[in-house]
């Protein structure tokens, strides 16, 4: 853009204009940013100015600083009068800036990091030192083989960005790191002249297997780069601690639901998720032979000059011995090198591996790889080799690295979970137990109470429902078939591969026993003989699930053969909790609160059948959806729900934020392995004193109480369907093109309760009303007021709260009512007065109250970088949002030609990269 200041002040209205800086860059104007970030942003921006000014040309770029400027009544009279190509360009330029400024943020948090960690040590080094300052270097010890992080990468369509587009911002992220000069201000204007000339728009909507490459794409450079320093941070921090990490330790490993999800998308088939795991293992073996390559380059150990175990030349000769393809000149060159002799045997095996998994063979014991345990046993003989013979340094350096980096990636990069609707299972087995002539009316029928125990008879008897493969119906012979796929990917691939079956919409025991049943079925379960091959996870989403955790959960456990099951599944249960959904059924209160019971009631319940629960947090990229800072988040977890295991999910545009940049990957696996050590030791019991905790039990009941009747009582409201549809962009998500799931439930109504809560939050946020993350709040607080000075003490010493009202006053510093007003104004002027001056009133007692308990004077202000970076973003925010608005219009009178569609989706994307979240 050109020259000028862009104010620090928030508002929704025009300014007077800034004031251009004489020497033609952009002066960004905040106290609480990094004086090294302004003038980075500075620098990016003004380039993007240069290309705007080459390709587009002088009067274009003085629209832009028009439109940035001008009051709200004048930029409404501009963007009226603009042509659909010019609209366009205009949504651009100020979608690139958000890119550029979000990139280069991005690059100085992990600046920051480096610094930090030099001059206070990083998450994992403050972690142990916290822990061993208390005393508890047993109890750490004791607690470090359990250690299980699990981020799950999903394919829930809330990343605006495409891959092309994703490319070039790291292309300039890593410009940004080299030293400024002549060469990099070049290298840097062409990568940003290219991400212009990129259409941010998708031609087709990704099927499946395109978000499956694009977790890949992920999931590749987190095994490179990632993960092997992460885990050679943990094993230092741990060593200087005196406490020793046990033997096949995987303390982090990466999960996918890209390919597995089938909970309303019916593209996921059982082919898909068996080409899609095909294409995971063959881009995980292709890091893997990476990896090995240069090991083998960096591993020329002579035997002239030092020692080798005789197992590892013994294990040599076998493997030549049945190996084809090996280059008989290896076994020549690397005559006194057997390590490397050694590491060529290694690769050969995995490329047989890979070609048997394209081709569909079965596997040769002995060639190929069964699975990545064999294939970890093979290293990790190397890797003893090596410490016993050329001593620590090298035994725990790259060789170390590179047994981690398998350990933790496995041969498929990531563990995939498969998902389905709860009522899919009950169909297909409706119709085997109705053949069998065995009850008094058809299964369909049956209360939960009967079906219940139907089932778990079955569960715990040996006789099959039917002859394998049963005659079913279309949708339940699909259903039944992904069972078959499982047990073909745990043959082909190994145990690890799939490891939970999750249930969606989980309402009572009989839910998990119907997918339990069809498991046996397919042969993945048989509690006599001692086998279970995955377990299975009661997806707990709305409020009425979550309230009654406790009860379901030892419905489930107090069966003899569900028991079993359990037990051959080590005694763990995983159950997830479902943050999207409650949220919007009763609001972010009533939502945050019952997570919170319910993983007290389950954790207990656990307790009682000796069964640790494991749980699987479906957290958004918004609050609305569950977001929100991780290592808060897990922190603010009950005492005793973590247990050395966190799994929870990374959606959408959090994955680029969190995983982009090789440093920010670093940081964040760090902060996850870091809270996960302090929650499991630390905090065991609860932090609270018994009085404190009963009491601030009791007043956070009642906020959340009448936060839920607030928040109940707007989406009772019966023009609220047409307000939403009208006064927010919610039509245009499927426009986007973002994913491959539909944004309704299959067989839903067309009201709201039908909408997915993507969309739900998506239409909200577009829009500026951010309504999921706040509304409510302010009621709860208010009918807590008389407890004011018993809410403060809950913020300052209870991390549930206190990362509640955070997240809170986030998304009310996210909010923008003034804009919001202009979408009323413009596209539903005849629905919308009551509604929006109902959320007027809401968020000005929100924000009062939210206020009173933090003890602040104004928003954000215990987080000045992060206010500074809303504050920066909101001019040229503004222009984008009025300009969405004066598209969708056009678009819904009538207006229909193709290019007003695509200038709609470019708003939709700058809104998106301005306020970092979609949905």
């Not at 037990?567 to 997830?576: H, N, S």
């Not at 807590?784 to 000075?789: F, H, I, S, V």
Request: with cysteine; glycine share 8%.
């Amino acid at each position: 853009m050109t020259s000028q200041t862009i104010s620090s002040q928030t508002t929704s209205s025009g300014d007077s204009p800034s004031e251009a800086t004489s020497s033609g860059e952009i002066e960004v104007a905040s106290d609480h940013i990094d004086p090294e970030l302004r003038a980075d942003i500075a620098h990016v921006t003004t380039l993007l100015g240069d290309v705007l000014r080459r390709t587009e040309g002088e009067e274009f770029l003085e629209l832009v600083e028009q439109v940035r400027t001008l009051d709200d009544e004048s930029r409404a009279r501009v963007l009226a009068a603009l042509d659909i190509p010019t609209a366009t360009r205009l949504a651009r330029a100020f979608t690139a800036y958000f890119h550029l400024a979000n990139t280069t943020e991005q690059v100085h948090r992990a600046r920051a990091y480096r610094r930090d960690r030099q001059e206070a040590g990083g998450w994992l080094e403050r972690a142990v030192a916290r822990v061993t300052e208390g005393g508890l270097s047993d109890e750490l010890a004791a607690q470090v083989a359990s250690l299980a992080v699990r981020p799950v990468f999903t394919a829930h369509p809330t990343e605006a960005a495409r891959r092309s587009t994703l490319d070039k911002l790291r292309r300039i992220a890593a410009l940004l790191e080299l030293p400024e000069d002549h060469a990099r201000t070049r290298r840097m204007a062409e990568a940003i002249e290219l991400l212009w000339l990129t259409d941010e728009v998708r031609i087709e909507p990704p099927n499946p297997v395109d978000e499956a490459r694009n977790g890949i794409y992920y999931l590749e450079s987190l095994s490179r780069e990632s993960i092997p320093e992460v885990l050679d941070e943990l094993r230092a921090r741990l060593d200087d601690a005196g406490v020793p990490v046990p033997p096949a330790w995987r303390p982090l490993r990466f999960g996918s639901w890209m390919g597995g999800d089938r909970d309303g998308n019916p593209r996921v088939t059982p082919s898909i998720t068996r080409e899609i795991l095909v294409l995971q293992a063959r881009h995980g073996i292709g890091v893997i032979r990476d990896m090995l390559a240069e090991l083998r380059r960096t591993l020329s150990v002579s035997e002239r000059i030092s020692p080798v175990d005789q197992e590892v030349r013994d294990r040599a000769v076998a493997m030549l011995a049945v190996l084809p393809g090996v280059d008989p000149r290896y076994p020549r060159l690397n005559a006194e090198e057997p390590y490397r002799l050694y590491l060529t045997c290694v690769d050969v095996r995995l490329q047989l591996t890979a070609d048997r998994l394209t081709r569909g063979t079965p596997h040769l014991a002995g060639q190929d790889y069964r699975d990545d345990d064999e294939l970890l046993a093979d290293l990790e003989l190397l890797h003893r080799s090596v410490l016993t013979h050329q001593g620590p340094t090298i035994g725990t350096g790259q060789v170390q690295q590179v047994v981690d980096a398998v350990a933790a990636s496995g041969l498929t990069l990531a563990t995939l979970d498969i998902r389905e609707h709860a009522e899919r299972h009950h169909q297909a087995l409706g119709q085997l137990v109705d053949r069998l002539d065995i009850l008094d009316r058809p299964y369909a029928d049956l209360d939960r109470p009967t079906r219940t125990a139907l089932l778990a008879r079955e569960l715990g008897s040996r006789r099959p429902l039917a002859p394998y493969p049963p005659a079913l119906d279309e949708q339940g012979a699909a259903t039944l078939a992904i069972f078959d796929t499982v047990r073909w990917a745990l043959d082909a691939l190994g145990e690890r591969v799939i490891d939970s079956y999750i249930i969606s919409m989980t309402q009572g025991a009989d839910d998990v026993l119907a997918a339990a049943l069809l498991a046996r079925e397919a042969g993945l379960i048989d509690l006599t003989g001692g086998i279970a091959r995955i377990g299975f996870a009661p997806l707990l989403e709305t409020l009425v699930e979550l309230e009654h955790a406790g009860e379901i959960l030892d419905k489930l456990l107090i069966d003899p053969a569900y028991r079993r099951l359990v037990a051959l599944r080590g005694d763990v249960q995983e159950v997830m909790l479902g943050y999207s959904d409650s949220n919007k059924q009763g609001g972010i209160a009533a939502s945050q609160w019952l997570i919170q019971k319910a993983q007290r009631q389950a954790r207990d319940v656990g307790r009682r059948h000796g069964v640790q629960v494991r749980f699987f947090h479906g957290r958004g990229g918004s609050v609305g959806r569950g977001g929100g800072p991780t290592y808060e988040a897990i922190m603010s977890l009950p005492p005793g729900a973590v247990e050395g295991t966190v799994k929870l999910t990374e959606q959408g545009e959090v994955i680029s934020d969190k995983y982009a940049l090789p440093q920010l990957a670093r940081e964040n696996l760090e902060l996850m392995l870091a809270a996960t050590l302090e929650a499991t030791v630390l905090h065991r019991k609860d932090r609270r004193a018994p009085r404190d905790a009963a009491a601030w039990d009791a007043v956070m009941e009642k906020v959340a109480l009448a936060a839920e009747g607030r928040y109940r009582e707007l989406v009772a409201r019966p023009e609220l369907p047409a307000y939403f549809l009208a006064a927010t962009p919610v039509d245009q998500l499927g426009a986007l093109r973002l994913g491959s799931r539909p944004s309704r439930r299959p067989d839903s109504s067309a009201g709201l309760d039908g909408l997915r809560a993507i969309p739900w939050v998506f239409g909200w946020t577009q829009s500026r009303q951010v309504v999921p993350g706040w509304y409510g709040v302010g009621t709860g607080l208010a009918h807590a007021a008389g407890d004011l000075e018993a809410l403060q003490k809950m913020y300052a010493g209870w991390p549930f709260f206190r990362a509640f009202i955070d997240n809170v006053a986030m998304t009310l510093a996210k909010t923008d009512l003034g804009i919001a007003r202009n979408y009323v104004a413009t596209l539903a002027p005849e629905l919308g007065a009551e509604i929006l001056e109902d959320l007027e009133t809401e968020f000005a007692l929100t924000l009062a109250q939210v206020l009173a308990v933090c003890g602040d004077a104004e928003l954000l202000a215990r987080q000045p970088s992060l206010r500074a970076t809303l504050e920066v973003r909101e001019r040229y925010l503004a222009p984008l949002h009025h300009l969405q608005v004066q598209l969708l219009a056009r678009h819904r009178a009538g207006e229909s030609d193709p290019e007003l569609e695509r200038a709609l989706m470019l708003t939709t994307n700058g809104i998106a990269a301005g306020m970092r979240n979609t949905g």
